[in-house]
């Protein structure tokens, strides 16, 4: 059964601390991505990853930062985090071609 | 400014009807459209993809048409169940790569016993 995990379901941190969401996948997928949800904003792209140690932003990347070290794993980082960092955060998987992406679980990040 | 839209407002039906579900999108031409299902608290799960090429594409009860004329996806689920309650999100591909989506807001459905 293929899966994308989460390291946290559910996160609570301070403002200003650096947070680091963990992501894996047992797919052997060559892309993975990170998502925010939002009530009335839906999801979007804060990073995407084609390959190890490659990245390109998405449409918020602003205040986060990612790493891609291994073929499996892909780190999502709030360097200073900010009450408006508040959200559900999503991370993805797909091979290159056209396909479905396969969802973790979700973390829910507070900053308080 | 691109743009995919899905009706925000809850679509509430009876058991044993057909949902329809609505994706328009503008400024986009992308050359394949995907369906996904979201229950609360979960990630999304993947459902279909259409081809810009395809006009139509069935699995069980779930069926979706892709008219890149008009601009416009539809959702069907036939013989709707309560299980089938959740929000469902219509995706684009935003590099024709097959890379990168963006998704609309979703619409969530309640079907009711």
């Known amino acids: 059964d293929v899966k994308v995990t989460q390291s946290s379901r559910y996160l609570v941190k301070r403002t200003g601390e650096k947070v680091f969401l963990e992501c894996v996948q047992d797919?052997?997928?060559?892309?993975m991505f990170w998502y925010r949800q939002d009530p009335g904003l839906g999801l979007r792209l804060i990073y995407f990853?084609?390959?190890?140690?490659?990245?390109e932003k998405g449409d918020i990347p602003e205040g986060y930062s990612v790493s891609r070290e291994k073929k499996e794993r892909f780190s999502l980082i709030l360097e200073s985090a900010s009450t408006n960092q508040t959200s559900m955060y999503l991370c993805?998987?797909?091979?290159?071609?056209?396909?479905?992406?396969?969802f973790g679980p979700g973390t829910r990040l507070t900053v308080l | 400014s691109q743009k995919i839209e899905q009706n925000s407002e809850a679509l509430n039906i009876q058991e044993g009807k057909t949902a329809t579900l609505t994706c328009n999108y503008t400024?986009?031409?992308?050359?394949?459209l995907q369906w996904y299902r979201q229950d609360p608290g979960r990630g999304p799960v993947f459902l279909l993809l259409?081809?810009?090429?395809?006009k139509e594409k069935r699995k069980e009860r779930l069926k979706v048409t892709f008219d890149t004329t008009l601009k416009q996806s539809l959702f069907h689920i036939t013989a709707s169940q309560p299980a089938d309650s959740a929000t469902y999100l219509c995706?684009?591909?935003?590099?024709?790569?097959?890379?990168?989506?963006?998704f609309g807001g979703g619409t969530r459905l309640m079907v009711k016993p």
């Open positions: 993805a998987s797909s091979f290159p071609i056209p396909n479905e992406q396969f």
């Open positions: 797919m052997d997928h060559e892309n």
């Open positions: 990853s084609y390959d190890v140690k490659m990245k």
């Open positions: 400024n986009y031409s992308p050359a394949y």
């Open positions: 259409i081809r810009e090429n395809e």
């Open positions: 995706a684009l591909d935003v590099d024709n790569a097959g890379n990168m989506l963006t």
